[in-house]
């Protein structure tokens, strides 16, 4: 798949027109909602007629988890970057029909369930160690499984799936999975 992401310019992707206007999500001061939403999905919801379909493919967990990564970092998130000529494109809810080198078939991204995130301040180690110590605030918006961010050098991957007896912590904390 081919487009131009260049900032300032209209991008194409596949024969449409994806205007250079970040959507804003309201309340939410730092992030736009083209980073949740891989350009397929954006394609699909970006009709220029005021409504927020986004609505539809965007958490309520992925904003409250990039917004809380945020503030307990007190530094910048990065999720998908394309709107703004990064390579980024499945850190936030992915389409069915893309799956990264490596990624799960049944990946919570396809349910609006997961975030992958990294920091210019942060390694993906550093940012787990900030969670672990706030973990009241991120098991409160719902947190429940980290992927090993040994494996996963250049990301964090955090999601909300539904605890299971036997797999997540009996203690409360977080499942630690391999991608």
Known sequence: MVFDVSPGRCKALRGFVL?????????????????????TIFKHINRNDGIARWRWYISKFQVDYAVLLRHVLDAPIVINTWHKGGAYVGRGTRPINYRPIGGAVFSQHYQANALDVSSPAYTPVQILAKIEANWDKFALIGLTTIENPRTTKTWLHGDCRARVEGLHPADGGWLIVEP
């Open 19 to 39: 205007k250079s206007v970040y959507m804003k999500i309201p309340g939410v001061d730092h992030f736009v909602v083209q980073e949740f939403l891989h350009p």
